[in-house]
């Protein structure tokens, strides 16, 4: 069966960097959206990053951009999400999603297959 496994979260002070992986097991199509989403106690899931295994075409929530990256290894199935210039409000659990649709829509629903999550601490 699919399985999404997260790793690399932590804990960081502002500013300071972070590599989270997600290894993906039993999906091998091309043809997938694989999206990076976190949640903060209280607050709504949020749509971080994602990336279309065929085309590589990326997305950013307005929030991260410029300072996370999103990036797959193929030969490994495995996605990563670099996060640099962390600040306190990305504090919350990451997950990695894969959705089977045709392009990246951002939204949570369309994401089937979802990973443990990995919690994110980022102190000022």
């Known amino acids: 069966q699919v399985q999404l496994v997260e790793s690399g979260g932590g804990s960081v002070q502002a500013g300071g960097s972070l590599r989270l992986s997600c290894a993906v097991s039993?999906?091998?199509?091309?043809?997938?959206?694989m999206g990076w989403f976190r949640q903060a106690p209280g607050t709504e899931r949020e749509g971080v990053a994602s990336i279309y295994d065929y085309s590589g075409i990326t997305d950013y929530a307005d929030s991260v951009k410029g300072r996370f990256t999103i990036s797959q290894d193929r030969a490994k199935n495995t996605v990563y999400l670099q996060m640099n210039g962390l600040k306190p409000e990305d504090t919350a659990m990451y997950y990695c999603?894969?959705?089977?649709?045709?392009?990246?829509?951002?939204?949570?629903?369309?994401?089937?297959?979802w990973g443990q999550g990995t919690q994110v601490t980022v102190s000022s």
């Open positions: 039993g999906y091998t199509s091309r043809r997938k959206c």
């Open positions: 999603a894969a959705s089977g649709l045709s392009y990246c829509s951002g939204e949570g629903a369309d994401f089937g297959y």
